[in-house]
C-alpha cells in the first residue's frame, strides 16, 4: 500500500502531495489514526491520480 501511496504522490498537486508525504513520513509507526485516515481517504486520493493521468 505505500508504493501506491507514493506513486499517487508523484501525481498529486503540491499542497496535497505534501500531505500525503507527512503521512507515508509517519507511516513506520503503524498509528492506528493514521491508517484510518489514509483508509477513509484512499478513494479521494485514487479519484484524483486518475484526474491527474
Known sequence: MQ?????LMNKLPH?????????LAMWPQKDAELQKLVEDNL????????INR
Open 15 to 23: 499542497p496535497e502531495a505534501d500531505e500525503l508525504a507527512a503521512l
Open 3 to 7: 508504493a501506491t501511496l507514493q506513486a
Open 43 to 50: 478513494g479521494e486520493l485514487l479519484r484524483q491520480f486518475a
